[in-house]
T-cell receptor, first 113, second 111 residues
Framework: NAGVTQTPKFQVLKTGQSMTLQCAQD?????MSWYRQDPGMGLRLIHY???????DQGEVPNGYNVSRSTTEDFPLRLLSAAPSQTSVYFC????????????FGSGTRLTVV | TQLLEQSPQFLSIQEGENLTVYCNSS?????LQWYRQEPGEGPVLLVT?????EVKKLKRLTFQFGDARKDSSLHITAAQPGDTGLYLC???????????FGTGTRLKVLA
């Protein structure tokens, strides 16, 4: 099915470990973004991309890296996990954010112990 | 700094009541979207408003974009338990590509 695919769905990390959250879309969308959502709260923008090879920081970028080598893939890397990074992470993509909004993946629930 | 503030934060009402959710900013947006999110899932787009003063209706939901394109509202008529969820406004401030979300309004409709 077409859409945004995130892996893994669940992950437990120890403090200081690194990992990569994968995100892929097959809709040929130029715009992609990563968000984190803490319990009972809205979504906060971590990093975003407006096309292959172009990335920029969002509202809460510290502790995270991204790259966009292809239109389809937009991985998020946690450099050295901290308990404060325990959250649900959503990847999203858009063809034209102004008129069509974003399509979201099903999320990755990350716990850092 | 949260550029999109929603109110109220929580709302618990009886089935059949009406309600309005507000989304406010000091920044101008080229468009705003409204989403609904169910537990364990990603947000799902409900509507896009583009023109200042625009009103869009989606069954019992009415969305309005402020004349100055700095605010929006969502009105639900005769709420039903199926309307329960987290409602989020979102958009990119004019001149930027940062697509940000509001603080969210958690609605619970009691049968």
């Amino acid at each position: 099915n077409a859409g945004v695919t995130q892996t893994p769905k669940f992950q437990v990390l120890k403090t200081g470990q690194s990992m990569t959250l994968q995100c892929a879309q097959d809709m040929n969308h130029e715009y992609m973004s990563w968000y984190r959502q803490d319990p009972g709260m809205g979504l906060r923008l971590i990093h975003y991309s407006v096309g292959a090879g172009i990335t920029d920081q969002g509202e809460v970028p510290n502790g995270y890296n991204v790259s966009r080598s292809t239109t389809e893939d937009f991985p998020l890397r946690l450099l050295s996990a901290a308990p404060s990074q325990t959250s649900v992470y959503f990847c999203a993509s858009s063809y034209d954010k102004q008129n069509y909004g974003y399509t979201f993946g099903s999320g990755t629930r990350l716990t850092v112990v | 700094t949260q550029l999109l503030e929603q109110s109220p934060q929580f709302l618990s009402i009886q089935e059949g009541e009406n309600l309005t959710v507000y989304c406010n900013s000091s920044s101008v947006f080229s468009s705003l979207q409204w989403y609904r999110q169910e537990p364990g899932e990603g947000p799902v787009l409900l509507v896009t408003v583009v023109t200042g003063g625009e009103v869009k209706k989606l069954k019992r939901l009415t969305f309005q974009f402020g004349d100055a394109r700095k605010d929006s509202s969502l009105h639900i008529t005769a709420a039903q338990p199926g309307d329960t969820g987290l409602y989020l406004c979102a958009g990119a401030p004019s001149g930027t590509y940062k697509y940000i979300f509001g603080t969210g309004t958690r609605l619970k409709v009691l049968a």
